[in-house]
């Protein structure tokens, strides 16, 4: 069993030492515990920090990509090095590396396939009412929209297994964070939580300008998750408002002209027509986004059964085998990059990324 712990960075010189001080070099259930670093375009020297403080594994991007981008390289990278289970946290020590044990434990005793590290934050004091309550609400929209009840579906310190990242297809562009909890509940991956108390804040965040940027972008990406997972929900109750919207004035308009008195009133009629076209483009939304959701289910199944062989059996079926996962165990020790490109990093130009094992 192989355990990975990514680590995405953007200018994080400074606290990653700290990070890298508190990770466990051994976990319980584990054989080895590796540490990756991706550099999401960090110009302060990120990547050679952690190489000189020991870290054999370093994806860079030469521009920032964004947090989601730099998640699924690290992954992409992990699985590809034969990671049974890839644990993510932060480069700016918010997160209590020392709990990565009980973080993983769950999934280790076949309890779950993602843990979400619950940060409490109605207890965190540099958090405003305002922003504790919004996270309060946000966690609940996704957790409703997952099927599932998290405390902290924002948190970005988590475990996932490698049969759960092989199901997992982060598309957003900002935070991969909420859209993998809505992924995973909807494809009836067990989640869990655990409760943490964060380390003591050591920067402002840099994944947005202010809580209104984030709430715009979280917004965007939560609704997106809905309408790709559950558009039954969405269409039916938008069909509902404007059918609703269309019959108020149609029964007002109809009670007038009963009444003989229906020709000063024909914008009710106007307004409940142009409502009751709004409610059947919703149904014929809804139609669309169902045959789209077909689609998607059966593309993501060839795309999970095309993982299945870009990363090769795991370890455990290759012993089974007589065989073993040699060629990644073997680059990961010799500190040689793979010629095959078998991560996302490695898609690209060699002149755009830099990945060393």
């Known amino acids: ?13 400074g606290t990653l030492p700290l990070v890298l001080a508190t990770i466990p070099r051994e976990v319980e259930g584990f054989d080895s515990v590796e540490v990756l670093v991706i550099d999401d375009g960090s110009t302060d020297g990120t990547a050679e ?4 403080l020991g870290v054999r594994h370093v994806v860079r991007h030469t521009s920032t990509r964004g947090l989601a981008r730099s998640f699924r390289d690290g992954v992409d990278y992990a699985l590809a090095h034969g990671a049974d289970v890839v ?13 990565i044990g009980d973080l993983v434990a769950p999934i280790v005793a076949g309890d779950a396939d993602i843990v979400v590290a619950d940060r409490q934050t109605a207890t965190i004091a540099h958090f405003s009412p ?16 997952a099927g599932t009840s998290l405390p902290d579906a924002a948190s970005g310190f988590r475990a996932y297994s490698r049969a759960a990242l092989l199901r ?14 809505i992924q995973a509940g909807n494809k009836r991956l067990r989640i869990a939580s655990l409760p943490i108390t964060t380390n003591a804040k050591t920067r402002e965040s840099r994944l947005f300008a202010n809580i209104w940027q984030h709430m715009a972008r979280s917004g965007r990406a939560i609704v ?3 309408i790709m997972f559950r558009p039954h929900l969405v269409f039916l109750t938008l069909f ?20 003989g008195d229906a020709g000063g009133h024909v914008q009710s009629l106007v307004f409940a027509g142009a409502m009751l076209v709004g409610a059947l483009l919703c149904l014929a939304l809804l139609v669309i986004a169902d045959l789209l959701r077909t689609n998607r289910t059966l593309m993501e199944e060839t795309l999970e059964r095309v993982k299945e062989l870009q990363y090769g059996p795991r370890p455990d079926d290759g012993a089974r085998d007589g065989a073993s996962d040699g060629a990644s165990t073997t680059a990961a020790a010799a500190g040689a990059i793979d010629p ?7 898609h690209e130009a060699r002149d755009d990324e830099d990945a060393h094992a």
Not at 87 to 99: A, H, I, K, W
């Open 1 to 13: 069993m192989k355990l990975f712990v990514q680590i995405p960075c953007l200018d994080e010189a």
């Open 49 to 52: 920090v952690a190489r000189r």
């Open 87 to 99: 644990v993510n946290t932060d480069g700016d020590n918010q997160y209590p590396s020392e709990r």
């Open 130 to 145: 305002f922003k504790k309550r919004m996270q309060r609400f946000g966690s609940r929209v996704v957790s409703a929209a």
């Open 168 to 181: 997992l297809n982060v598309v957003t562009q900002f935070s991969y964070t909420m859209e993998t909890i």
């Open 224 to 226: 997106r998750s809905w």
């Open 240 to 259: 509902a408002v404007f059918f609703v919207a269309a019959a108020v004035p149609a029964v007002r308009f109809l009670v007038f002209l009963a009444q």
């Open 340 to 346: 095959a490109p078998t991560t996302t990093a490695r």
